[in-house]
Nanobody, 124 residues
């Protein structure tokens, strides 16, 4: 069982930055690849980014590539999402998730554990 708790959301103007964090419980954090997803009102939850167990490999959706950076600190059981050059269309609830699968997972069905989400609102 892994419990995930996101933090760092808020209201920011377009062009601004936010850093989300996701703290995980348990002593097996490094056994899981981690991902970030987001869900805007009336839309499906969509993939944002994922990072491998050791943090060496990251993968991004094209919509955030070059603006967002996913990272992790296994000593702190925490994964981060640095979001720069934010746009109004980035407004959503952001969720972190953990998967025990080895291959890169970009669909929500591939993740085993989810946080409760944190709201990010980007004003124009």
């Amino acid at each position: 069982q892994v419990l995930l708790l996101e933090a760092g959301g808020g209201l920011v103007q377009a062009g601004g930055s936010l850093r989300l964090s996701c703290a995980a419980s348990g002593r097996t954090f490094s056994s899981y690849a981690m991902g970030w997803f987001r869900q805007a009102p009336g839309k499906e939850r969509e993939f944002v980014a994922t990072i491998s167990r050791n943090g060496a490999v990251a993968y991004y959706d094209d919509s955030v590539k070059g603006r967002f950076t996913i990272s992790r600190d296994n000593a702190k059981n925490t994964v981060y999402l640095q979001m720069n050059s934010l746009k109004p269309e980035d407004t959503a609830v952001y969720y972190c998730a953990a998967t025990s699968r080895i291959t890169r997972v970009v669909v929500r069905e591939g993740y085993d554990y989810w946080g409760q989400g944190t709201q990010v609102t980007v004003s124009s």
